[in-house]
């Protein structure tokens, strides 16, 4: 069983930053890949970005060239840097963890105001 921690969502002015992060404890072998989805009012969760043990990451069309993910693998944890943020970035953004079943935080809202 995996646990997930997350932090850092909160409410911003647009253009502003925030970093999210998410640590993850408990019984598992190793991770793979680890990333961040969102999911907005009356729309379906989305892959913002992920990266793999190895450091490649993807992202979202949407969010290229202004967010940035990375972990740190001794910690067990993924960072999502968020920047020029745009209101239509609002959603609660989950992380998600792979060992390779599939695991959810609890979700953390971001909001970013015009």
């Known amino acids: 069983q995996v646990q997930l921690v997350e932090s850092g969502g909160g409410l911003v002015q647009a253009g502003g930053s925030l970093r999210l992060s998410c640590e993850a404890s408990g019984s598992f072998l190793s991770i793979t890949t680890m990333g961040w989805y969102r999911q907005a009012p009356g729309k379906q969760r989305e892959l913002v970005a992920d990266i793999t043990g190895g450091g490649d990451a993807n992202y979202a069309d949407s969010v290229k060239g202004r967010f940035t993910i990375s972990r740190d693998n001794a910690k067990n944890t993924v960072y999502l840097q968020m920047n020029s943020l745009k209101p239509e970035d609002t959603a609660v953004y989950y992380c998600?963890?792979?060992?390779?079943?599939?695991?959810w935080g609890q979700g953390t809202q971001v909001t970013v105001s015009s």
């Open positions: 998600n963890v792979r060992t390779p079943i599939w695991y």
